[in-house]
């Protein structure tokens, strides 16, 4: 059984099982022989699959691999393969392997780029009220450091109705002369809004004009919920730097990430750590010590398996199911979509009338369904769909929901 499916997933060029029917951009891919890549439990409908990635068999398989050699020598640290892992990452965000360093996850890699900053006691951070709890903690954190302040702003009146010009606008207004960073998040898992990266960048670069490098703004993305769920190149976002854990929609092993610094600014951030790699100006950025290398290895495994999926069938997938459950949602009295179908990508944050959004998880947990909702001043209940979610699962949790909210 198991070498069938193995087979099933591999017959087509060499890569996937062909789906006869399927008409969307998502089409050409048997998406059961996907899933069947993977171990989910199968009583359980998951719209929570980004929270921290399942691995496929691949990146299972070279953890393996990678944890076998290094027992047979811990010291055969097989540097080759950090470089591999590095033209993996910098291929796969349309950079170069050289401006990645790898992180344990976004939150290490958010503190290490504020961390490292170079930031003086008159400048500013400036982010906004929808970025995660751990960002604006990291932020406070280097900002505390030296003096300098941290500012929240508030891109959007209200997440469904948001639109790319009032964020822009909004950004505009809010940049000073002593703002030294702006920290964004490219897909919010707040509200699961899309930003607008590059329209962001736009009003960045022009703040930017005429300052001196010292005083230079850089914009830093959070992006761990866009990676591997948007089709879009992280690195040619105009962004600064880019932080994303590879453990979410990419299914990289869990405790890995990496973070991407344009090369024209690496200069402005300074290592916090010693690090195991001098690959290069970027790399150093990586905290060193011993780390588990099977898993950091093993996130070369994670984007060649996506990357045979196709970016841009996998982003079809995830937007065809989320504008599904989406749609659905819209069709229930009462229940409020608060993501904006136009600027979204797997999430979709919603309220459904007379329940909180953590009992919305607890009554939808009773009847095998997994969703979330993330501690911000507004817990939303929040769904996700992944490419390992069937159109079935998404219009059984529809069903639920109309039946909580009767
Ligand atoms: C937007 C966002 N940023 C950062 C994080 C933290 O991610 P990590 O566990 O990779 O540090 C999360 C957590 O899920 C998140 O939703």
Redesign the pocket.
């Known amino acids: 059984m198991e070498g069938m499916e193995r087979r099933d997933f591999l017959v087509g060029a060499g890569l996937l099982a062909v789906a006869p029917t399927a008409s969307s951009a998502a089409q050409g891919l048997d998406w059961g022989a996907v899933r069947r890549e993977f171990r989910l439990d199968p009583a359980l409908t998951n719209m929570g699959l980004f929270?921290l990635a399942s691995n496929p068999r691949e990146v299972r398989d070279a953890v393996a691999e990678f944890q076998r050699r290094l027992d047979a020598n811990s010291h055969d640290l097989m540097p080759e393969e950090a470089q591999k892992v590095a033209e993996a990452l910098g291929q796969y965000v349309g950079g170069a392997a050289d401006d990645i360093a790898f992180v344990p996850?976004?939150?290490?890699g958010l503190s290490i780029v504020y961390g490292g900053l170079k930031l003086r006691a008159d400048q500013e951070l400036l982010l906004n009220d929808q970025d995660?709890a751990?960002?604006q903690q990291a932020a406070r954190l280097a900002a505390g450091r030296v003096g300098a302040k941290v500012r929240v702003g508030t891109l959007y009146e209200n997440p469904a109705k948001a639109t790319e010009d009032e964020i822009a606008t909004r950004l505009r207004n809010s940049i000073t002369p002593r703002t030294r960073a702006v920290g964004i998040?490219w897909v919010?898992?707040s509200t699961g809004l899309r930003m607008p990266v590059r329209a962001c960048a736009a009003v960045v670069a022009e703040a930017n004009r005429g300052r001196k490098e010292e005083d230079r703004c850089l914009l830093v993305v959070?992006g761990?919920?866009g990676l591997a769920a948007v089709d879009d190149d992280a690195a040619r976002l105009g962004a600064d730097v880019f932080v994303a854990?590879t453990?979410?929609w990419l299914f990289g092993p869990r405790g890995t990430?990496m973070v991407w610094v344009n090369p024209e600014v690496g200069d402005e951030i300074t290592p916090m750590l010693p690090s195991l790699s001098d690959r290069s100006t970027t790399a150093l950025l990586g905290p060193g010590g011993f780390h588990a290398f099977e898993q950091y290895f093993a996130v070369a495994a994670a984007v060649r398996f996506h990357q045979r999926l196709g970016r841009t069938r996998v982003a079809a997938r995830i937007a065809e199911l989320s504008g599904r459950f989406a749609a659905g949602l819209a069709e229930i009295s009462g229940v409020v979509v608060h993501t904006p179908r136009a600027l979204s990508a797997g999430l979709v944050c919603f309220d459904v009338p007379g329940s909180t959004g953590p009992e919305v998880v607890r009554r939808l947990a009773d009847k095998k369904i997994q969703i979330t909702t993330?501690s911000y001043r507004i817990p939303y209940a929040r769904a996700g769909t992944s490419i390992l979610n069937t159109p079935e699962e998404v219009d059984r949790a529809v069903r639920e929901i109309s039946a909580l909210a009767r």
């Not at 996850?105 to 290490?108: D, G, L, R």
Request: glycine share 10%; no cysteine.
């Open positions: 929270y996850n976004t939150t290490m995660h751990w960002h998040t919010q898992s959070d761990v919920h854990g453990h979410k990430g993330a």
